[in-house]
């Protein structure tokens, strides 16, 4: 059984990304997965600065999402798209926990890991164009990203009041991406 940390890269306590995740990380459990949903909200971080490692270390919240994604086969991730790219937070949160940390190397919590990535945007695209860098930076971090990932478009009016994915192809697709990820996960580890 695979062991998979889920998050997204919103802060936003009602975030269609969030929501989105939530449908993924269904899907992952009903493949077997063991599934941890975290918060970034929970793991509050200051702006990666190399004077502030260099004097304290890396923050204790970087630590634990480092303990975390250590304990982790792969990772669920939902990420908004900021002015086409990134979002400030989930950036900034792969730029501490890839840091050097308790005798492992650089991007220990990274190397070898498996993901799926999603998004949703109130936008036609879904907040695919964010997902390219997002790619990339996982990608060269050694982590090997699915081919698959899911794109939510209109994701203001996609969800129901209990915040499940409205239409039913989309939906299934966001299962699906969950339990892809589960699937290759465990058979990463066998």
Do not use: C
Request: no cysteine; hydrophobic share 40%; aromatic share 6%.
């Amino acid at each position: 059984m695979s062991k998979l940390l889920a998050f997204s890269g919103s802060l936003r306590k009602e975030s269609t990304n969030t929501k989105t995740l939530a449908v993924a990380v269904r899907g992952a459990q009903s493949a077997g997965a063991d599934v941890n949903t975290i918060s970034l909200m929970d793991y509050e971080l200051p702006l990666y600065n190399g004077d502030i490692e260099a004097s304290d270390g890396i923050p204790q919240n970087a630590a634990k999402l480092q303990e975390l994604m250590l304990e982790s086969d792969g990772f669920l991730i939902a990420s908004p798209e900021y002015n086409s790219s990134i979002t400030g937070a989930l950036k900034n949160m792969i730029d501490w926990t890839s840091r050097p940390n308790d005798g492992r190397s650089a991007g220990a919590s990274f190397a070898g890991k498996s993901a799926a990535l999603m998004s949703a945007s109130p936008g036609g695209l879904g907040g695919l164009r964010g997902l390219f860098d997002v790619r990339k930076i996982l990608s060269t971090m050694g982590v090997i990203v699915l081919p698959a990932q899911v794109a939510v478009s209109q994701s203001y009016t996609a969800f129901d009041e209990n915040g499940e994915i409205i239409d039913e192809k989309m939906r299934s697709q966001v299962e699906g991406l969950g339990a892809e990820l589960a699937t290759f996960a465990d058979q990463m580890n066998k």
